[in-house]
């Protein structure tokens, strides 16, 4: 990441003192994630997430629920049963309690890539609309403002480009 700073401020420099030789060097900057979350099919993507997430939080819910029944029924037979009832009971708790650690493992990994697989088509529509922004505007790069990459711009140098993308994508 540091490397990556040093790479955008040199970058950042460079043009910057080239630009002023002949003022003709222009940049955009924005923040991408808020660009991205006006759009209005990132609302629709996060109803369907939050849905998605539900559905998989109330198979957790079950499966712990039938878990703790078993456990409780263990916990209260165990000094009667034969030795051999007692392991097949413990056996079959270990196996569950593995299932249910696999599945929600599985849960998170299916979510996050339910996620990617949705957010994908905003992203390239957004960089889209960004790149037909830069090269109507004439700007030679477009930075993403967001994390604090670039803690100054200069609004001389570049143009703050939020509102004609959030525009572009209603």
Same mark, same amino acid.
């Given at each position: 990441?540091? +490397?990556?700073?040093?790479?955008? /401020?040199?970058?950042?420099?460079? &043009?910057? &003192?080239?630009?002023?030789?002949?003022?003709?060097?222009?940049? @955009?900057?924005?923040?991408?994630?808020?660009?991205?979350?006006?759009?209005?099919?990132?609302?629709? !993507?996060?109803?369907?997430?939050?849905? &998605? *997430?539900?559905?998989?939080?109330?198979?957790?819910?079950?499966?712990?629920?039938?878990?703790? +029944?078993?456990?409780?029924?263990?916990?209260?037979?165990? +000094?009667?049963?034969?030795?051999?009832?007692?392991?097949? +009971?413990?056996?079959?708790?270990?196996?569950? !309690?593995?299932?249910?650690?696999?599945?929600? *493992?599985?849960?998170?990994?299916?979510?996050?890539?339910? *996620?990617? *697989?949705?957010?994908?088509?905003?992203?390239?529509?957004?960089? @889209?609309?960004?790149?037909? /922004?830069?090269?109507?505007?004439? &700007?030679?790069?477009?930075?993403?403002?967001?994390?604090?990459?670039?803690?100054?711009?200069?609004?001389? !140098? @570049?143009?703050?480009?939020?509102? %004609?993308?959030?525009?572009? %994508?209603?």
């Amino acid at each position: 990441m540091k +490397r990556f700073a040093t790479i955008v /401020i040199a970058l950042c420099v460079f &043009l910057g &003192l080239s630009a002023q030789e002949n003022n003709t060097f222009r940049f @955009g900057y924005l923040s991408y994630e808020q660009a991205l979350k006006s759009m209005s099919q990132y609302a629709d !993507m996060q109803k369907k997430m939050a849905d &998605l *997430e539900a559905q998989y939080q109330a198979e957790t819910k079950r499966v712990e629920d039938e878990f703790n +029944r078993k456990y409780e029924e263990f916990l209260e037979g165990q +000094r009667e049963f034969p030795k051999t009832i007692l392991q097949k +009971r413990q056996v079959e708790l270990q196996e569950l !309690m593995e299932k249910n650690i696999a599945f929600k *493992e599985e849960s998170r990994q299916q979510l996050a890539s339910a *996620e990617e *697989e949705m957010t994908t088509p905003l992203k390239e529509q957004l960089s @889209g609309v960004i790149a037909k /922004i830069a090269k109507e505007r004439g &700007l030679a790069f477009v930075i993403n403002t967001d994390s604090n990459a670039c803690p100054f711009i200069d609004p001389t !140098m @570049g143009e703050d480009i939020n509102m %004609l993308v959030q525009d572009a %994508l209603k």
